[in-house]
C-alpha cells in the first residue's frame, strides 16, 4: 500500500502496508495523516490509529484503538500528545468532535447555516463539507469548507480566532441546494509552521468532469492572510510541502507511475 523514496532524488527504497482484515493488515485507511511525525506519521484505519515510523530500511507500524462509542472519526487530527478533534458527524447539529484521553467527547461548534434551506441536518452538514489539518506545534488548527470560498481558524481549546470569507471568482456565497451545481475548492490540505497551503479545483463537477482546467495551489498565513497562489500545469489530488528544498510532491489516484515535483518560489 505504502512506497518509501529517498529525498531529493525520489529513489525507490521499499514498500509496506497490505489492506485486509487480518492482524497488521491496513482495512479502511484515511487518505490524510492524523499527525506527522519527525521520522513518520500516524493515520486513522477505521477505529484504529496506525503509529508508522519510518527507518531506513522498513517501517514499523504500532495500533491503538479510538474506544468513543462510535466509528466514525472523519478528519481526525491530533490537537495535543492525547486529545484530537474530528468532523461532529453528518448527523450532528454541531461542527466538530473534542475526543479526550478518558474516553469522554464533546460536540461544539456551529455552522454558518441552519439546516432550514436543505431540509435536514444531514444535507446543510454534506454542503458544508470541511478539511480541517492542525499546525505542527498543536497551537491552532484550520477548517476550509470545500464547497465555498471559507475557512475559520480556531485556537487548541476550540475558541474561533479567524472566519475568513474570500472573495474570489468563480465561487459562491453559500453552497448550492443541489450538489452537482455546487463549486468544489480545496480537495487537499497541508500545514507547516509557518503557513497554510490548499490544493484547489475551483470547479463544478461538470467542468471537473470534462478537464476544463488545472488546480492551483494557495498559500495563507496563520492569521488568514491569503498571500499568493500557483497554477500548475498537470493534474494532482494530494501533496506536501517541503519548505527546506522549496519542493511541493504532488500525486494523482489516476497516475500512480509518477510523483510531480514543483519548485516552490520563496515567500
Known amino acids: 500500500m505504502f512506497q518509501c523514496f529517498h529525498l531529493p532524488d525520489l529513489t525507490f527504497q521499499y514498500g509496506f502496508g497490505t489492506q485486509g482484515q487480518g492482524p497488521g493488515d491496513f482495512f479502511l485507511p484515511s487518505i490524510s495523516p492524523v499527525e506527522h511525525k519527525k521520522n513518520g506519521f500516524v493515520m486513522l484505519d477505521g477505529i484504529n490509529l496506525k503509529h508508522i515510523s519510518v527507518e531506513k530500511d522498513k517501517a514499523i507500524v504500532q495500533t491503538s484503538t479510538l474506544n468513543y462509542g462510535f466509528n466514525c472519526f472523519n478528519d481526525l487530527i491530533s490537537i ?21 484521553p478518558d474516553g469522554n467527547h464533546e ?3 456551529e455552522y454558518p ?10 444535507g446543510r452538514n454534506q454542503a458544508y463539507i470541511k478539511m480541517t489539518v492542525a499546525k505542527p506545534d498543536k497551537s491552532c488548527f484550520v477548517s476550509f469548507y470545500q464547497h465555498i470560498r471559507r475557512f475559520r481558524i480556531y485556537g487548541k481549546d476550540g475558541e474561533l480566532k479567524r472566519d475568513v470569507i474570500l ?49 492551483n495551489i494557495q498559500v495563507f498565513d496563520w492569521e488568514g492572510k491569503p498571500l499568493t497562489q500557483y497554477k500548475l500545469d498537470c493534474f494532482i489530488n494530494t501533496f506536501v510541502v517541503d519548505e527546506v528544498a522549496n519542493k511541493i510532491y504532488g500525486a494523482f489516484v489516476e497516475d500512480e507511475d509518477h510523483i510531480y515535483v514543483f519548485n516552490l518560489p520563496r515567500l
Not at 80 to 100: A, Q, W
Not at 113 to 122: A, K, N
Request: with cysteine.
Open 167 to 215: 472573495d474570489i471568482l468563480p465561487g459562491q456565497e453559500r453552497p448550492e441546494v443541489d450538489d452537482y451545481l455546487r463549486f468544489i475548492h480545496p480537495i487537499s490540505v497541508h500545514a507547516t509552521d509557518s503557513y497554510i497551503y490548499t490544493l484547489n479545483l475551483d470547479m463544478t463537477t461538470e467542468e471537473i468532469e470534462n478537464w476544463k482546467t488545472t488546480p
Open 80 to 100: 495535543s500528545d492525547s486529545s484530537y478533534c474530528c468532523n461532529g458527524g453528518f448527523e450532528n447539529e454541531k461542527e466538530f468532535r473534542f475526543l479526550y
Open 107 to 109: 460536540s461544539w461548534g
Open 113 to 122: 447555516e441552519t439546516e432550514e434551506r436543505f431540509g435536514s441536518v444531514l
